[in-house]
């Protein structure tokens, strides 16, 4: 007779029990856990709550779009999630670590090991090429000139662009700087992927393309992937869905 539980942790543990096998299933703890998380800024008019009470966990390779208005707080949370900020009430953790409890290299250190961005604007840095910036993580984290060289162009080639290795952001069009932004987010093989409207400042056929590359990179790398979308269609692509209205989830 085969008896199943689910406890914490992914593999499987078989214990012999008066003549019984016992399978425990253990779940893998959450990559991200926010646990009653509030943002209140302060404005001319007093204080502003932009998050309220925000409950909701992670696991390691899921897909979550957050969805919502205008100013209901999704890039706000977003930031919060990667601790670029941090609440004003509850905790948010991050690998199991509680962002709170680190100062501002803490985080950036935590960002250094477990995170990739993408953002709408693309925040590629000008003076650097397509391949100089697709390297810029990896030499940040120590690897060698070659290595980093090496995993840079394999990645810009698997976004289409290893004819434009030498370019520069200014001379190339959004839908390319948007697929140099993918690589060097994908490079580092981060355990978790940040987008912040990776869509909105293309039009739709290099959106269209953006998205299936975007997902295509996280299926291979098996990353988490938390995203901010205003489009629908890419929300759906999402394997599940967290709206925000009004600063709370509903």
């Known amino acids: 007779m085969l008896v199943t539980s689910k406890m914490e942790a992914n593999p499987t543990t078989n214990c012999l029990i008066e003549g019984f096998t016992l ?3 253990h779940e893998s703890p959450p990559v991200l856990q926010a646990r009653h998380v509030g943002k209140t800024v302060q404005t001319s008019d007093g204080p502003l709550a932009i998050l309220q009470d925000i409950d909701f966990s992670i696991a390691a390779g899921e897909s979550v779009a957050i969805v919502g208005a205008s100013g209901s707080g999704k890039s706000t949370l977003l930031g919060l999630l990667a601790g670029l900020d941090l609440p004003t009430s509850g905790t948010v953790h991050m690998m199991q670590q509680d962002l709170g409890q680190l100062d501002e290299d803490g985080r950036a250190k935590l960002r250094g090991q477990y995170v990739g961005f993408v953002f709408q604007s ?3 840095v000008p ?4 391949l100089e910036n697709v390297m810029l993580p990896l030499e940040i984290r120590g690897d060698s000139l070659n290595t980093s060289r090496a995993s840079a162009s394999s990645c810009l080639a698997k976004v289409g662009l290893s004819e ?5 952001p200014k001379t190339l069009s959004g839908g390319e ?3 140099v932004a993918l690589a060097r987010a994908f490079v580092s093989e981060p355990s978790i992927l940040f987008a912040d409207e990776p869509t909105g400042s293309l039009d739709e056929t290099s959106g269209a393309r953006v998205i299936e590359l975007l997902f295509q990179l996280n299926r291979e790398n098996g ?3 938390v995203l901010v979308t205003h489009d629908p269609q890419l ?3 999402c394997s599940r869905q967290l709206t925000l209205q009004g600063g709370r989830l509903v």
């Open 235 to 237: 929300a759906k692509r």
């Open 127 to 130: 003076h650097l090429n397509a």
């Open 23 to 25: 399978s425990i299933v």
């Open 164 to 168: 434009r290795l030498t370019h520069y």
């Open 223 to 225: 990353s988490t992937l």
């Open 122 to 124: 693309f925040q590629l």
């Open 177 to 179: 700087q948007q697929r």
